[in-house]
């Protein structure tokens, strides 16, 4: 069968957890998918296996999950029972219920369409001011405002319509007390910032792998930018290894297990990374990183997910988030590829290696090699 061309940027939805809490409530379903309920965890049922949604609602249920039924009826439960903020649920323009984050979690009135935040016990923490809003993540969120709300669609009413676009307005830094933070941020850099790196000085200091944006007090306010720092991390410290075929230092830097693709099984397979990285694979990895610094035009790198049905052992679990998405936030993922072509410069195959961060840092844990 012919080698298959695996990109990792592929579907992710997960099996398992963000940090789940003990009082968190596990999502549960039937022999279709078509019912859900909660169980607690030690398995107690919570709320029984007969609610029938439209959109799947957060895998975990720590205080407060928007629900979205069959009905078009949609709210906010909380864990007695109470519905609340009734016709205001969110939903992403990817169809997905958002989960709370930091005792937060998103809401849209319904009459302005407007974004605002509920907290755990389903108040009104941040009003609906906002075109749109980013979860919070370290009590610092993104939003849109002043935006001029249109529709793809023509001839729909721009506050009902399916796909809603915004035109102008500013992206802003606020933080959980409704507070400006920074007046105008650069939305393409703010996808790639690890919110947790935070550091806020009196001047602007050039750091190696820092983006920082002067705040409305005068301050800056410092984030470690994801893309530079893996791509530093890969040609300063992964190739230097690599090159320096040490089995033992790769094994440091890699995942404890590395997961590829089995032509001849036909299934994904995970292997702890000792059962694998030997002085063939090294080889292989050698050339593989030797042909990608030769050959730049025929290569690149992107960010990457994690496919549920291949990654959902507890190995993984740290790297979800409530809804059972990659928490890339905190864990993004990367992964090269390269591109080999024929005479024609068509393609006739890719290969890749993938990496994800970790506590201990970037770490390899899949490869697709064709040989």
């Not at 102008?168 to 400006?180: E, H, S, V």
């Not at 920074?182 to 935070?198: K, P």
Request: aromatic residues 16%; neutral net charge; charged residues 25%.
């Amino acid at each position: 069968m012919k080698f298959k061309i695996f990109l990792f940027l592929t579907l992710l939805l997960s099996t398992i957890s963000y940090s789940q809490q003990k009082s968190d409530w596990i999502r549960v379903e039937n022999y279709d998918g078509s019912k859900i309920g909660y169980k607690d965890i030690n398995g107690n049922v919570k709320i029984a296996v007969d609610l029938e949604t439209t959109f799947a609602p957060p895998k975990y249920f720590n205080h407060i999950i928007p629900i979205f039924d069959l009905n078009n009826h949609n709210y906010y439960l909380l864990k007695n029972k109470q519905k609340i903020a009734l016709d205001s649920v969110y939903i992403s323009s990817d169809y997905e219920l958002d989960c709370e984050r930091e005792n937060k979690i998103r809401f849209r009135d319904k009459k302005s369409r407007k974004i605002g935040f509920l907290n755990q016990n389903g108040n009104v923490i941040i009003p609906a001011l906002y075109n749109y809003a980013a979860p919070f993540y370290n009590n610092l969120a993104v939003v849109l405002k002043n935006a001029t709300r249109t529709c793809l669609e023509q001839g729909v009413d721009s506050l009902n319509c399916e796909h809603p676009i915004f035109k102008g307005g500013i992206t802003q830094l606020i933080n959980d007390k409704n507070q400006l933070v920074v007046d105008s941020i650069d939305t393409a850099i703010a996808t790639n910032l690890n919110w947790y790196s935070l550091h806020v000085s009196a001047t602007n200091k050039e750091q190696i792998n820092r983006v920082s944006f002067k705040g409305v007090n005068g301050d800056f306010y410092s984030f470690i930018d994801y893309d530079k720092e893996f791509k530093n991390w890969f040609f300063n410290t992964f190739v230097p290894v690599v090159n320096q075929r040490s089995i033992k230092q790769l094994e440091k830097l890699s995942f404890i297990e590395l997961t590829t693709w089995s032509e001849n099984e036909q299934i994904w397979k995970n292997n702890k990374n000792s059962e694998v990285i030997n002085s063939e694979f090294v080889e292989k990895l050698v050339s593989k990183v030797q042909f990608l610094l030769e050959n730049p035009k025929n290569s690149f790198f992107n960010s990457s997910d994690l496919n549920p049905y291949i990654y959902q052992n507890k190995n993984y679990d740290e790297f979800y988030d409530c809804n059972g998405n990659l928490f890339k936030e905190k864990y993004p993922a990367y992964s090269f590829y390269i591109n080999y072509v024929d005479a024609n410069q068509s393609l006739e195959y890719q290969e890749s290696i993938a990496f994800i961060k970790t506590e201990k840092g970037y770490k390899l844990f899949t490869y697709s090699f064709k040989n």
